[in-house]
């Protein structure tokens, strides 16, 4: 069976796109093939290193990608998600073939304010809203598949 082939999208494939990554390969197994980019390469975001620390899964030796690059290598998606605010999303390339396109909007942990601790705690929130996103997209598409 071949995979499905998923992409995950946002800002700097700093976070967001990076647990979203992350769980899908630890959950979704053989039957996905998951990667993430960003409309830019930024620097991973050491909340969310921790943040998927605390569940077993080490991102750190993670490299950021640009979106642009995977475009350009000419790579094709079953799915496409975007994991930031819609406005972000419509920024995002279009990719060569069919796909469907989905947008999960979840908070940037490069915009919480407050102390460590308290951004460490909203980086959290959104880590296991991913999480419960992944899981309901791997009940959905293990059916149709």
């Known amino acids: 069976m071949t995979p499905i082939k998923v992409l995950f999208l946002c800002i700097h494939n700093s976070a967001r796109?990076?647990?979203?990554?992350?769980?899908l390969k630890e959950y979704g197994g053989a039957m996905y093939h998951a990667e993430s980019a960003g409309l830019e390469a930024g620097r991973l975001n050491p909340l969310a290193v921790e943040a998927m620390n605390e569940v077993g899964m080490d991102i750190s030796r993670n490299k950021t990608k640009n979106v642009f690059d995977l475009r350009q290598q000419g790579r094709i998606y079953d799915y496409v998600i975007t994991v930031c605010d819609e406005a972000s999303a419509?920024?995002?390339?279009?990719f060569a073939g069919r796909h469907i396109k989905l947008n999960w909007g979840f908070p940037d942990p490069s915009q919480f304010s407050g102390t460590a601790q308290e951004r460490l705690e909203q980086t959290r929130q959104v880590r296991d809203q991913i999480k419960?996103?992944?899981?309901?997209?791997?009940?959905?598409t293990s059916i149709k598949e």
């Open 17 to 23: 796109s990076q647990m979203a990554e992350a769980f």
């Open 90 to 94: 419509a920024r995002c390339p279009v």
């Open 132 to 140: 419960d996103a992944v899981s309901r997209f791997i009940s959905d």
